[in-house]
């Protein structure tokens, strides 16, 4: 199975911060690579697929990079609704595996 | 608007059964790999079971090994529904399920109904 380590698994920032995320993967996965929002009580929502592609009506404020094992989320300006904790997840292979999550709270 | 909509979760005892269904609407759901994908409490989202769709391997099934051989994932593309048939159930099985539909094999996931929880207790 492919594992996935995101980190860090919680970071404090504040509203117009820039954040990174980062994700590895224990293999190669090419550019199978999509981040997740979850905020409580709700499900997760795709925010970025492919590595790079922004999902239809998330704002441009995030973006994603990298390929192969290594792979980053960015928040350009925190907005107060970006608190939240965020997933990547890898469709190369089954089992489609997720991180552990980032927990990203108000500073 | 594409929607899903899953039912079929409550409490059950160990060894027990349930089948869970998602009614999708608003795309052409023969076309479409599904998923169920399941968050225990307090953890992060687990895949649990892939369907191909039509233009895929016709209906191929995959499987979590935390499962394989108990849970047996299957569609009705006439009625629209995603099924998860849930035999010999644990207490590690208790969560929120989530259907999920896939947009491509690099678009996975891409929408996720609200969940229904399962637990699994005595």
């Given amino acids: 199975d492919i594992q996935m380590t995101q980190s860090p698994s919680s970071l404090s920032a504040s509203v117009g911060d820039r954040v990174t995320i980062t994700c590895r993967a224990s293999q190669r996965i090419s550019s199978y690579l999509s981040w997740y929002q979850q905020k409580p009580g709700k499900a997760p929502k795709l925010l970025i ?10 704002p441009s404020r995030f973006s994603g990079s990298g ?3 290594e792979f980053t989320l960015t928040i350009s300006s925190l907005q107060p609704e970006d608190f939240a904790t965020y997933y990547c997840q890898q469709s190369y292979s089954t089992p489609r595996t997720f991180g552990q999550g980032t927990k990203l709270e108000i500073k | 608007e594409v929607q899903l ?10 060894g027990g059964s349930l089948r869970l269904s998602c009614v999708a609407s608003g795309f052409t759901f023969s076309n479409y790999a599904m998923n169920w994908v399941r968050q ?3 953890k992060g989202p687990e895949w649990v079971s892939l369907i191909s769709g039509n233009g895929g391997s016709g209906g191929s099934t995959y499987y979590a090994d935390s499962v394989k051989g108990r ?33 491509s094999i690099f678009n996975p996931f891409e929408y996720w109904g609200q969940g229904t929880l399962v637990t699994v207790s005595s």
């Fill in chain 2, 40 to 42: 225990a409490p307090g």
């Fill in chain 1, 67 to 69: 390929s192969g094992t």
């Fill in chain 2, 71 to 103: 849970f047996t994932i299957s569609r009705d593309n006439s009625k629209n529904t995603l099924y998860l048939q849930m035999n010999s159930l644990r207490a590690e099985d208790t969560a929120v399920y989530y259907c999920a539909k896939d947009g």
């Fill in chain 1, 49 to 58: 697929y492919a590595a790079t592609n922004l999902q239809s009506g998330v």
């Fill in chain 2, 5 to 14: 909509l899953e039912s079929g979760g409550g409490l059950i005892q160990p």
